[in-house]
């Protein structure tokens, strides 16, 4: 019997746009699959002929998730590369929104975006409230949320929701798939703290709004330094600074730790998010600057799943191809020469399953060409996974004493060997204990600040650009979703060249020349799939890396809507 | 009372920015005098984290691209956030983490101010990059500029609206990404 082919298009609940493709043989194992963007993000031509200083408030603008990431990226390259003595409250500064946006991140993420992939909604109806608050204490002490009275509370809410046919947010689960596996009393106590995730996050939003200047795109980073002076130097902002990251760490400790933990014992024995990774290498950057010397996050790889050593990164190494990607030049290129040159060759009819389960004819990608707007970056010629599973691996082979700690401690806690942290399981606890570092150490900084700020104001250190130099410099280091790199060439004091290699790039990207595979395609492979009309299991391992597609065009989508009537006739006008 | 102006859109993307250059127009056309607090801020492309500004405010107009079958470029909408059918597929949206989910997410917490949808049917999205809007949009400007007028002085009969007509929004586009809103300060 011929294999079927399942296209899931778009994955939602992720930012951006894209496609995941798989074939299946007869008995529902995946034996193939492709993962294609299928937006083209030509973000790097808009920057071309400009100021470099300008760069920064551009390039933020890519994404609707990590603005800040890439505004202190398109900032720190040109500080590179015109090589800039930045003064240490600037980087104590960047270091604090950085982690601000890394707790929004992750909660957003587990909750509002992965969290529906282990959590049946519907199945937390049925649940006993006073049960489910007994549940609570058993993965911690203080449960965040889970009193009988707010869990009742919870119910009524979404009941109501159900009641009027109009599931709003909840509208498009596989409720009742078999793969889930928490109780019903489970299932609510994880709906307790979606719901409080969304109150939480906004403190998480506010800290960067703090010394960012303004939400949602940040304006106090330019090239040389930082531009909160006032807030730097007002008491009673730093101490609302505190208070909300207090709040967010409460969150954590009591909330997104214990479902992970409840997740991890429960979900221990289903094969498809236990399945061991078959891209065996991890990646990541610097980032999260404790202090002048030391940072939270150290840049280096491992090797074959190999927790005994870590190795340096050498830049010159990384190469970006583009076999199967829609631009001209095939070959393996630096980024510092990258090239974006369109090549879109299309799609192809192929026949696939449709959710009915019936077999029907649709244009498909074509996996022998090109097939994807997502470059295939490599590492010595080798894919590599990044992201925060990546940073605890590599933290972890280092001796990171911080990140062995916490790592231990969640191994010892939840029973799983350390082999399950190379799977999709692994990575969805991997993004919390960063997110526990975070709350654990961050306030390090914050105390580094305060220290610096009593004998030290400096913000900014003035950095002309020379018009008749040449020069080039990069930003590398870890954002929430793995490393992220910019890298620039300046020439005439105008932006010669510019390419961002971003986190998801480095999981989602095709096959390469060699005919390897990125993280999404390789670790697709061999998952069995239980119903093939609803394929929870291929949107849960993809969501597991928080993909990242750079949002490229979010217009408000009112299908089915019978908008006409509030249309407007020019003639008001008059 | 505080009124909020939110435009919202990647300005990276030609007409697909034309909620938050509109924003920065309006900031830069228009004073409003009024007894209410009126606050003009440019969204950009974010979604959740605009929940924590959203609330502070009683009455929100927010700008953004629309997509309506049948409809034709520059076609303008407007409408009160609570009379859309909530029947929206967002399976058939390529974007989760979007405006309207956000607004639902704050509809589920109880906690959502009154908030007027201004859409405009876009002509050019991602081909490439860049800050130009199309003929067609650029053409809904004036409608849509007098919707969100006439919406002020619904709410406040007695507000002052003072212009300069020699501001474009063909060259604000241009400078948005780096220029500082004057009436956000709140």
């Known amino acids: ?574 | 009372m505080k009124i909020l102006i939110l435009g919202i859109g990647n300005i990276l993307f030609g007409d697909e920015g034309v909620g938050a250059h509109f924003a920065h127009y309006i900031d830069e056309k228009y004073q409003f005098l009024s007894k209410h607090q009126i606050v003009i801020i440019d969204g950009g492309t974010l979604a959740h984290q605009l929940i924590p500004l959203i609330v502070e405010f009683d009455r929100v107009i927010l700008i953004d691209c629309i997509e309506n079958e049948g409809g034709d470029y520059g076609d303008v909408f407007f409408f009160d956030y609570a009379d859309m059918p909530m029947t929206i597929s967002w399976q058939g949206s390529a974007h989760e983490v979007e405006t309207l989910q956000t607004l639902e997410m704050m509809r589920t917490q109880g906690d959502i101010p009154s908030i007027k949808i201004m859409g405009v049917i876009p002509k050019r999205i991602g081909s490439d990059p860049t800050f130009a809007l199309s003929d067609e949009v650029v053409g809904a400007v004036a409608l849509m500029e007098e919707i969100l007028c006439r919406y002020l002085l619904e709410i406040d009969p007695e507000c002052q609206i003072l212009s300069d007509s020699k501001v474009e929004i063909r060259a604000i586009s241009q400078i948005s990404f780096k220029r500082d809103m004057k009436q956000n300060d709140f």
């Not at chain 1, 890519?62 to 800040?68: A, L, N, Q, R």
């Open chain 1, 1 to 574: 019997m011929a294999n079927k082919r399942i296209v899931i298009d778009p994955i939602t609940r992720i930012e951006g746009h894209l496609r995941i493709e798989v074939e299946v043989d007869e008995n529902n194992v995946i034996t193939n699959a492709f993962s294609s963007s299928t937006l083209w993000r030509g973000l790097e031509v808009i920057v071309k002929g400009r100021d470099p200083k300008d760069v920064g408030l551009i390039v933020q603008r890519i994404c609707g998730v990590c603005t800040s990431s890439h505004y202190r990226a398109g900032i720190e390259a040109v500080e590179d590369a015109i090589k800039v003595n930045l003064p240490l409250n600037a980087k104590y500064v960047r270091s604090m929104i950085a982690q601000a946006l890394f707790l929004h991140d992750h909660i957003v993420h587990f909750y509002l975006l992965h969290g529906l992939d282990w959590v049946d909604v519907i199945s937390a109806l049925k649940a006993d409230p006073k049960k489910a608050e007994q549940e609570s204490f058993k993965y911690c002490k203080t449960p965040y949320a889970t009193g009988e009275a707010e869990l009742k509370a919870v119910q009524e809410k979404v009941q109501k929701m159900v009641d009027g046919g109009q599931l709003g947010i909840f509208a498009n689960g596989y409720w009742g798939n078999k793969t889930y596996k928490l109780s019903p009393e489970q299932n609510l106590i994880a709906l307790s703290h979606y719901l409080r995730a969304i109150e939480v996050q906004r403190d998480a939003a506010k800290l960067m709004a703090i010394l960012g200047g303004k939400q949602p795109h940040p304006q106090s980073f330019v090239v040389g330094g930082v531009t909160c002076v006032r807030d730097l130097l007002d008491p009673s902002r730093l101490a609302e600074w505190k208070t909300r990251f207090e709040n967010v760490k409460a969150f954590v400790d009591c909330a997104y730790y214990p479902d992970v933990l409840m997740a991890g014992k429960m979900y221990a024995n289903e094969p498809s998010v236990v399945q061991e990774v078959s891209v065996p290498n991890f990646m990541s950057g610097d980032g999260i600057a404790l202090n002048a010397q030391e940072n939270l996050f150290n840049a280096g790889y491992i090797l074959n799943k190999d927790l005994s050593q870590a190795f340096k990164i050498d830049e010159n190494l990384i190469m970006e191809e583009c076999t199967h990607s829609w631009y001209q030049e095939n070959k393996p290129l630096h980024p510092y020469d990258g090239e974006t040159e369109p090549n879109y060759t299309g799609f192809v009819e192929k026949m696939t399953i449709d959710g009915e389960g019936k077999n029907v004819a649709i244009p498909a990608i074509n996996e022998k060409g090109k097939y994807s707007w997502i470059k295939s970056p490599r590492y010595d010629s080798k894919p590599f996974e990044v992201g925060p599973l990546a940073c605890m691996l590599v933290g972890y082979a280092q001796g990171n004493e911080r990140i062995k700690r916490v790592v231990d401690e969640f191994l010892q806690a939840s029973g799983l060997p350390v082999k399950a942290l190379f799977t999709t399981l692994g990575r969805t606890a991997g993004r919390m204990l960063q997110t526990k570092l975070i709350v654990d150490y961050g306030m390090e900084t914050f105390n580094a600040l305060i220290e610096n700020l009593k004998n030290d104001e400096s913000t900014y250190t003035p950095c002309p650009i020379d018009e008749k130099k040449e020069y080039r410099g990069r930003y590398i280091g870890e954002v929430p979703r793995g490393m992220l790199s910019h890298w620039i060439r300046i020439k005439d004091g105008k932006v010669e060249n510019y390419q961002c290699v971003v986190p998801s790039t480095w999981n989602a990207g095709p096959e390469d020349s060699q005919g390897k595979k990125g993280p999404y395609e390789a670790n697709l492979i061999g998952m069995k799939i239980e119903d093939i009309t609803k394929p929870l299991e291929i949107i849960r391992e993809i969501h597991s890396y928080d993909p990242c597609i750079a949002c490229a065009v979010h217009v408000m989508d009112t299908k089915g809507n019978k908008l006409g009537e509030y249309k407007i006739d020019p003639k008001y006008l008059g």
